[in-house]
């Protein structure tokens, strides 16, 4: 009963971390530029998370070790070192869209502009890491952001075309602007296989202790969790695709044009329900971001971390997250446009992604580490297509970026 | 041209949630004047030529209309930025349909 209920939570979690600023704001451009003809990327994006979740659980479970443990330790200082630089200027980037996704929700129920709320949304997001466990943080914001369901239930409201829907998970060329459409693409999976989620699924295995009775668990809970996450985030495109179009719609450059979304479905509810889910996702990101950053670097360089223990028992890992939500906050409080920063951050993480999924190859058969759990046939195989998807994905991300961002 | 009315028709659509009350005044505020300041810039950025003078002519009734309806709802009188917005829409199809019309 009591594995039931982590599972379950576990599943719920997954919510917090999959949607975000970035999945909502890359799901409502695609929906209304192109209608339904890009679900695909979130289900192909999706595929390949679920792959890596499922790896970094199963890591941590055989070796004991996180998955930034293994990095270290297996390639030497040098490579872990540019992994983290790379890494942690995606992290930044992401931390700060995430705070602005607060600050933008609370700007559109207060009417009171989003840099004001900089401040007060990163001191938050602080003060919960600070006087929080792992726990508390976890199924807390995991559990309000069910609040993202409302967009499943929009979906259903609005009673789309089901077959044009399931043609949209078929991949296709575009009949516009294809430089656009293969930017939007990008940003999808830039925004669903973000490196901070596997590294971060890793380390909470070994903040709950899960042990070798926990396999089947992880198993379900990433997949499961992911795909539930990216029904969501399919709801979100699908919501946009019916919402935006036909109103003249089809280019979304602002939050602004994002927030009454699902007014059409639900009405005011709809209104302040999007609220909700913006600023309770995007809070639960901010966290896991942080938390994600401070965990890389204290076990990069082998000090004491857990978010369970008090800060003066690792106080360098408290450090980190504070210097980090320190720099993070300040590109919005100095009024950077949250969503251009949202659609920046999604194709940096493409372009980061190899670096994130290369290690895994070589981390998830070397039975020094995973012992007899390593990767069978079936995860190779789609580890080498996700290292090769990621190598495409960081080639073309920056000319999609100038010639069709 | 395709940007402009995107944004147009987003002041449109806030506008039309405004009226039925399911957005709050602050973000109708906020929003609507971020759509013109939207339109503005990208109207500055088109190059001042004669085949860019019908676009430019264009943003200044959009926003005019968009500053119309909006200042008639603030003040609760939703009949008449109500047919502002039917304008508003009106103007925004012919708009598409030149832009149509010229590929």
């Given at each position: 009963m009591k594995k039931l209920l982590q599972i379950s939570l576990g599943i719920v979690t997954s919510v917090?971390?999959?949607?975000?600023?970035?999945?909502?704001?890359?799901s409502a451009q695609a929906g209304a530029a192109y209608g339904f003809s890009l679900l695909w990327a979130i289900a192909i994006g999706t595929v390949c998370l679920i792959f890596l979740i499922e790896m970094s659980g199963r890591f941590a479970i055989a070796s004991h070790h996180t998955v930034a443990d293994g990095m270290r330790e297996r390639f030497g200082s040098n490579y872990f070192l540019l992994t983290l630089l790379i890494v942690s200027i995606v992290n930044l980037l992401v931390l700060a869209s995430e705070i602005g996704g607060v600050t933008l929700a609370l700007q559109f129920v207060s009417g009171v502009?989003?840099?004001?709320?900089?401040?007060?949304?990163?001191?938050?997001?602080?003060?919960?890491?600070?006087?929080?466990?792992?726990g508390m943080i976890e199924d807390g914001v995991a559990i309000l952001g069910l609040v993202a369901l409302c967009f499943v239930v929009g979906v259903f409201v609005m009673d789309p075309p089901w077959l044009e829907v399931a043609k949209g998970l078929v991949p296709t060329l575009p009949d516009k602007q294809p430089l656009h459409y293969g930017f939007i693409a990008v940003s999808i999976l830039g925004a669903v296989i973000a490196p901070f989620l596997f590294?971060?699924?890793?380390?909470?295995?070994?903040?709950?202790?899960?042990?070798?009775?926990?396999?089947?668990?992880?198993?379900?809970?990433?997949?499961?969790?992911?795909?539930?996450?990216?029904?969501?985030?399919?709801?979100?495109?699908?919501v946009a695709a019916l919402a935006y179009p036909p109103r003249g719609i089809?280019?979304?450059?602002?939050?602004?044009?994002?927030?009454?979304?699902?007014?059409?479905?639900?009405g005011k509810w709809g209104f302040y329900l999007f609220a909700a889910s913006l600023g309770i996702t995007c809070l639960g990101a901010a966290l896991e971001a942080s938390l994600g950053q401070a965990y890389l670097v204290a076990q990069g360089f082998g000090w004491n971390w857990s978010e369970d223990a008090k800060p003066r028992t690792n106080p360098?890992?408290?450090l980190v997250y504070t210097g980090f939500i320190a720099v993070a906050f300040m590109p919005i409080a100095i009024g950077v446009d949250p969503l251009q920063l949202t659609?920046?951050?999604?194709?940096?993480?493409?372009?980061a992604l190899p670096f994130g999924v290369v290690p895994f190859l070589f981390l998830m058969n070397d039975r020094n580490y995973v012992g007899d759990h390593g990767n069978g046939w079936i995860s190779n195989t789609a580890v080498l297509v996700i290292i090769g998807l990621s190598f495409i994905?960081?080639?073309?991300?920056?000319?999609l970026q100038i010639f069709g961002g | 041209m395709q940007q402009i009315l995107s944004w147009s028709a987003s002041a449109e659509m806030i506008l039309d949630a405004r009226i039925a009350k399911n957005v709050p005044e602050g973000f109708t505020d906020l929003a609507v004047e971020k759509c013109q300041t939207e339109i503005s810039d990208i109207a500055s950025q088109l190059p001042q030529t004669a085949r860019t003078a019908h676009a430019r002519a264009a943003v200044v009734m959009l926003n005019g209309l968009i500053?119309?309806?909006?200042?008639?709802?603030?003040h609760g009188r939703l009949e008449q930025g109500h047919q502002h917005i039917a304008e508003l829409h009106r103007y925004q199809a012919e708009q598409r349909s030149t832009l149509g019309a010229g590929g």
């Open positions: 917090g971390g999959f949607i975000e600023t970035g999945q909502i704001a890359t502009d989003y840099q004001w709320w900089a401040l007060p949304v990163a001191f938050i997001v602080w003060l919960l890491l600070w006087k929080g466990t792992f590294l971060f699924y890793s380390s909470g295995a070994i903040e709950e202790k899960w042990d070798k009775s926990f396999f089947g668990a992880n198993r379900v809970i990433s997949t499961l969790g992911m795909s539930f996450g990216a029904v969501i985030a399919a709801a979100i495109l699908i089809t280019d979304i450059e602002g939050y602004d044009q994002i927030a009454p979304i699902l007014t059409p479905a639900l360098a890992f408290s659609i920046f951050s999604m194709a940096i993480t493409a372009l994905v960081a080639l073309i991300t920056i000319p | 500053s119309a309806a909006h200042d008639e709802i603030g």
